[in-house]
């Protein structure tokens, strides 16, 4: 398998790379009959390289949805590909709005960002649940769960709607182990310093948030999540993004700063095993963990600079995004092995870096940036920057990707 895909917000566009090969081709959705206009978030796709499926918010005038689309043939060298919409999913009516708790700043080093506080229904963190017929996806602007029945020609049957706000509220997504017998709901938003541990029915579909495992303490904690990755059936990494206290923390306690958190599903521990360091050099997590991803034995971080202001950009944040890469023969101990920098290793306008995907095999990692346009192949065998992707290979705000085949 060697499709990654994702979706180009700003041009509504579907993005299909080969990884193999390097190639890169753009559909522009517009152009397909019963095209919809709608407002892009997140696309994943199937094991059979031939079903994408795309997330939409209901950001007015646009409503949620999510677009099953088929590949009936891609032509990598001439950069064409025939595609068809087979359904459109109705979610939620245009407008409908978020229930995003409210916060104000208490600490310097801790902006509440507007980005953090969207103000209508996105849907983010779709998932697949192994050894099933089911898919997931997550409003992280509420507090909803919902999960389908993909068909024999991969269309979708709704089959789950669950909620319960202490425990599903701004879940960025359910990711579950390779048995598909656990899944971890991460929080995403300020001082939810837990992960959610869900119990899927792979007959039916349910699935129920049992309990929380805390990042830490109810005095000291890491929060602000935004994926959990695998390293086996009964361990995960988790990133924290948050560097400092809100309102919403509580009187006394400490938030701990950007780290990584490896999580244990049976004894239902947490233990930070990679915390903050003030250089880029440095053996911690220089900027806020977002998203990451494992191969070969290696852990990929992508390092993102959430909370500075980047006055020229239209995100008015992101000055900056790193990838940092750790031995993790021993998940308890990472070892810290590189940290790929802007103007260095990585374009010199690079900026947050977001979302990090390891392809089936394992032999590239992506880690994209939809602030500054980049789309970045690293070699897993050489941990060297392979293909790097931009604006003039027709990237235009590129986010969601997903890789064919894996469980994410």
């Not at 409503?63 to 088929?70: P, W």
């Not at 699935?207 to 805390?214: D, R």
């Amino acid at each position: 398998m060697h499709i990654l895909t994702g979706v180009n917000m700003m041009s509504k566009e579907l993005v299909l790379v080969h990884a193999e090969e390097d190639k890169l081709v753009t559909v522009p959705l517009e152009s397909l009959h019963g095209w919809q206009p709608a407002s892009l978030q997140h696309s994943w796709i199937a094991s059979d390289e031939v079903t994408v499926y795309i997330a939409t918010d209901a950001i007015p005038p646009f409503r949620g949805s999510v677009v099953v689309l088929h590949l009936n043939g891609i032509d990598w060298d001439s950069g064409m590909a025939d595609v068809e919409i087979r359904q459109i999913v109705p979610l939620d009516v245009t407008g409908t709005p978020s229930d995003m708790p409210n916060l104000k700043q208490t600490s310097p080093k801790q902006p509440i960002m507007p980005w953090t506080r969207p103000l209508y229904t996105q849907t983010h963190g779709p998932t697949f649940l192994p050894r099933s017929r089911f898919t997931y996806i997550t409003h992280y602007t509420d507090d909803r769960v919902r999960g389908f029945r993909i068909r024999s020609d991969g269309t979708l049957e709704q089959r789950v709607l669950y909620s319960d706000r202490a425990l599903t509220r701004q879940t960025h997504g359910v990711n579950f182990n390779p048995e598909g017998t656990v899944g971890l709901g991460v929080g995403y938003d300020y001082d939810i310093g837990e992960v959610r541990v869900y119990r899927p029915d792979r007959h039916t579909g349910d699935v129920v948030a049992t309990h929380a495992i805390t990042l830490g303490t109810e005095t000291e904690y890491g929060a602000f999540a935004h994926y959990a990755s695998w390293i086996d059936n009964r361990y995960a990494y988790v990133g924290t993004m948050q560097v400092g206290s809100t309102s919403r923390t509580p009187q006394g306690a400490t938030v701990l700063g950007p780290g990584v958190w490896l999580v244990d599903t049976e004894l239902d521990t947490a233990e930070r095993v990679i915390g903050p360091t003030r250089t880029a050099t440095g053996a911690g997590m220089y900027r806020s963990p977002s998203d990451l991803a494992i191969a070969k034995g290696k852990l990929y971080v992508a390092e993102e600079d959430s909370w500075g202001p980047q006055f020229d950009s239209p995100f008015n944040y992101g000055r900056d995004g790193y990838i940092s890469i750790w031995d993790i023969a021993d998940p308890a101990h990472p070892v810290f092995l590189k940290r790929l920098r802007p103007g260095r290793e990585l374009p010199a306008d690079f900026r947050n870096a977001h979302t990090a995907t390891a392809m089936f095999d394992e032999d590239s990692v992506f880690v994209s940036s939809f602030v500054s346009d980049h789309l970045i192949r690293i070699d897993t065998n050489t941990d060297k920057v392979a293909k790097i992707y931009d604006c003039d290979d027709g990237l235009m705000m590129f986010h969601g990707e997903f890789a064919a085949g894996r469980n994410r």
